[in-house]
């Protein structure tokens, strides 16, 4: 076993903010006391499974990096204990049958969920973001296609006062989400975004922004945090998704149908991005307002 103490956290977390869900579900803590995680954490004891994971996954920001740690490791453990005499007496001796079942919990619990099926195919995500007047009321859509076929719908992060840039950055934020669930699912995944503003700053830009300590001559860059959320996001899945640009209003129907939820957004003024629960009538959603 392993008293939580502050040395120990230092070994997963560099500073109180940089804690990860996955982390958070390895100290049972609930998200909503993320606050006072430290608090509530110093003085617990977690089995040797739990801390060893806790510090494996320390400043993994993707998910699927997390997921791919935990699934190594116990499949590291069941080969330990099934495989090799000696190392299995040892092995028991130290983490035990019950640290393997918290083990297989700790990877049940942490593992994503998503709403796509599980068999394997190719998903296609358009992205857009929208604003009007620019700045001002703003908001992000994404069109899902599965096998060519359209699937479903997402619209949202409404802003009062936003710009296009940001509803774009946003929108190619939540669909490299999107794309993360997919590809734990199996599937291929490709990102066409109408920006090529967002898409040079996670390809291009972002590379010497980082190396300079995310500064630029010239002044602040803008956007910043969006920028680096989905920068790093992309880094961590960019290998296994191919991010495109696609010419906006041309007739593409994906590319149309995420601007109408972008526009969708304004109307409905959802903060939070959701799946668009309505009937899916094509026709009709192409008849709404065009951002």
């Known amino acids: 076993m392993q008293i939580v103490t502050k040395e120990f956290l230092e070994l997963g977390v560099k500073t109180d903010t940089d804690i990860n869900d996955s982390q958070l579900i390895l100290l049972d803590i609930d ?3 993320k606050a006072q995680w430290v608090e509530m954490a110093l ?4 089995s040797d499974a739990r801390a060893e994971l806790f510090v ?5 920001k993707a998910k699927v990096a997390r997921d791919r740690i935990i699934k190594n490791y116990k499949a590291l453990q069941k080969f330990r204990l099934g495989q090799h005499p000696l190392d299995q007496v040892r092995l028991k001796s130290r983490i035990g049958k019950e640290d393997m079942s918290i083990v297989e919990q700790t990877e049940k619990e942490i593992q994503i969920t998503t709403s796509a099926p599980s068999t394997n195919g190719d998903v296609t995500i358009y992205c857009d973001g929208g604003c009007t007047p620019n700045p001002g009321k703003a908001g992000s859509g994404v069109a899902v296609y599965r096998r060519g076929e359209l699937s479903e719908l997402w619209y949202g992060l409404y802003e009062t006062m936003g710009t296009n840039n940001t509803a774009e950055l946003g929108a190619l934020y ?7 669930k997919e590809l734990i699912n199996g599937n291929t995944v490709k990102i066409k975004c109408d920006s090529m503003y967002s898409i040079n700053c996670i390809q291009t830009w972002a590379i010497s922004w980082e190396k300079k300590n995310w500064t630029k ?8 945090d969006i920028i680096k959320e989905a920068y790093y996001l992309y880094n961590d899945i960019k290998q296994d998704v191919k991010l495109s ?5 041309a007739g593409f129907e994906g590319n149309e149908l995420a601007d109408r939820m972008t526009m969708y957004t304004i109307q409905e003024k959802s903060e939070a991005f959701v799946k668009y629960t309505k009937k899916i009538d094509v026709a009709a959603i192409l008849k709404m307002r065009a951002g």
């Open 245 to 249: 640009h696609i010419k906006a209003h």
């Open 43 to 46: 003085g617990k004891q977690l």
């Open 174 to 180: 939540q669909s490299l989400l999107l794309a993360q």
């Open 31 to 33: 998200e909503n006391e």
């Open 217 to 224: 001559k010239g002044g602040a860059i803008k956007n910043l």
């Open 56 to 60: 494996l996954i320390g400043g993994i």
